[in-house]
Nanobody, 127 residues
Framework: QVQLEESGGGSVQPGGSLRLSCATS????????IGWVRQAPGKEREGVAC????????RYSHSVRGRFTIARGSAQNTYYLQMNSLKPEDTGVYYC????????????????????WGRGTQVTVSS
């Protein structure tokens, strides 16, 4: 079983930046994709970005490509989401999720029935 713990959320003005962290522990994460899913009130869950532990490739939803960057830390058990040029529509609870790469949907409609989830961290973008 994999445990995930997010940190780094907060409030920021439009155009600002935040960095989220996801610390992983438990089972090894070979052949997984670790990433971030967000949910805003009244909206579907959206897969935002993921990092494949198989080949270190990354994937992004259309809504964040070019503004967000996902990376793995040097300790190999922490993943980061650098969020730049934040917009009010980026507001939501951000969850760190570990699941097989083929289960990831980068965009609205993400659903991971068998993946591992963190508890989430709130990101608020508002002036």
């Amino acid at each position: 079983q994999v445990q995930l713990e997010e940190s780094g959320g907060g409030s920021v003005q439009p155009g600002g930046s935040l960095r989220l962290s996801c610390a992983t522990s438990g089972d090894t994460l070979d052949d997984y994709a670790i990433g971030w899913v967000r949910q805003a009130p009244g909206k579907e869950r959206e897969g935002v970005a993921c990092f494949s532990t198989t080949d270190d490739s990354t994937r992004y939803s259309h809504s964040v490509r070019g503004r967000f960057t996902i990376a793995r830390g040097s300790a190999q058990n922490t993943y980061y989401l650098q969020m730049n040029s934040l917009k009010p529509e980026d507001t939501g609870v951000y969850y760190c999720v570990a699941d097989a790469l083929e289960n990831w949907v980068l965009g609205p409609g993400f659903d991971s029935a068998y993946g591992s989830w963190g508890r989430g961290t709130q990101v608020t973008v508002s002036s």
